[in-house]
């Protein structure tokens, strides 16, 4: 049994808190750390059975029992807290992004490298059950020659301006796991990328510096080609769909909604609406990719995704933005050099 820390008790420590405690055989949950701890998070805790809540994290570094940290903080104490807990001897699984800052991410590669420890980014929607089936029949070559490939992800309703300003933009807070999404089903890296946004939900994310619609497309270094379309707000609930094309078939996925009810009447066929947002969707999904994590420390085998993994969406996220600022196609090998990767 692997003793887990949990480090951020905001939404999604609570989601990994309970899913470990519900779904992971081989894990537990020992201690959770959050600055912000209180006596609610503290009932929370101890409903789930976790014996430990500290306002410290360093408190679950320290401690020689627990072999496994979840880093759920805010994103700009990520690759602070990696670096730090795999220099404790701590196996790390890490939300996404590691960082927005690229020359940071390096930090964490070198420590990753050094340290010997299994690492591990929260790139969830790759343990999916419909994108995690499109994965399965494109590498048993059921598409042929892949050509095409289509993703379509829009939230149900913008965040906060407050988050909007501190997010890193669109392209590394929502498209990033489009980006991941594009080389996990693909099996192959971005080339190249253009994209194009606007300001169409709300006026005051334009003013914070950022967009809140965007098409983007990428190439790819197997010929395929790429579209990727986003959006801040969908009326009609969490949109998250995807397709590949290719020489031999198309496979596709739609939206899961509670139950996949349709009523017929003479007014129209109406069915439901999806799934309200990414908790609601995707919530499977968090307990499997800790479960495979786990896994990984359990059979000393490598993770799923790894700190690399983390990079690369990174990267493509620079590149978009740099195309929208510059209104051209960027190439990653210029974002590459840009860094000395």
Not at 241 to 248: D, N, S
Not at 259 to 268: C, H, L, P, Q, R
Request: proline content about 3%; overall charge negative; some cysteine.
């Amino acid at each position: 049994m692997i003793n887990v820390g949990i480090i951020g008790a905001g939404r999604i420590g609570r989601v990994h808190g309970e899913s470990i405690s519900k779904f992971v055989k081989n894990a537990q949950v020992k201690a959770i750390a959050d600055p912000f701890l209180n006596d609610n998070t503290k009932a929370w805790a101890q409903s789930l059975g976790i014996q430990e809540a500290y306002t410290d994290y360093k408190k679950i570094l320290e401690d020689p029992a627990i072999e496994a940290v979840l880093i759920c903080a805010s994103t700009d104490q990520h690759s602070k807290i990696s670096i730090e807990a795999l220099q404790a001897g701590k196996h790390v699984f890490c939300e996404k992004p590691i960082d927005h800052d690229v020359e940071k991410i390096k930090e964490v590669l070198a420590v990753v490298e050094k340290a010997g420890k299994k690492y591990q980014v929260g790139f969830n929607r790759r343990f999916d059950h419909n994108f995690k089936a499109i994965h399965d029949a494109v590498a048993a070559g059921k598409v042929g020659k892949q050509q095409i490939i289509k993703i379509t992800s829009r939230d149900p309703e913008p965040p906060s301006i407050d988050y909007v300003k501190v997010s890193g933009g669109i392209f590394l807070d929502m498209t990033i796991h489009d980006f991941d999404m594009v080389r996990y089903l693909s099996g192959a890296e971005v080339e190249e990328v253009y994209a194009e946004g606007s300001v169409t939900v709300d006026p005051e994310i334009g003013k914070a510096g950022d967009i809140d619609t965007a098409v983007i497309t990428l190439k790819l270094d197997n010929g395929a080609t790429a579209v990727i379309d986003n959006c801040r707000a969908a009326c009609y609930g969490y949109d998250q769909r995807a397709e590949v094309f290719g020489t031999e078939g198309c496979i596709a996925i739609s939206n899961d909604s509670d139950s996949n009810a349709v009523f017929s009447g003479k007014d129209g066929v109406i069915a439901e609406k999806p799934m309200f947002f990414f908790l609601e969707r995707y919530m499977a999904a968090y307990a499997s990719e800790i479960d495979s994590f786990v896994e990984a420390i359990v059979n000393d085998t490598a993770t799923p995704v790894n700190a690399n993994d983390g990079l690369a969406p990174v990267l493509i996220g620079l590149a978009a933005k740099k195309s929208v600022a510059e209104h051209r196609p960027v190439k990653i090998d210029e974002i590459r050099k840009e860094y000395n990767l």
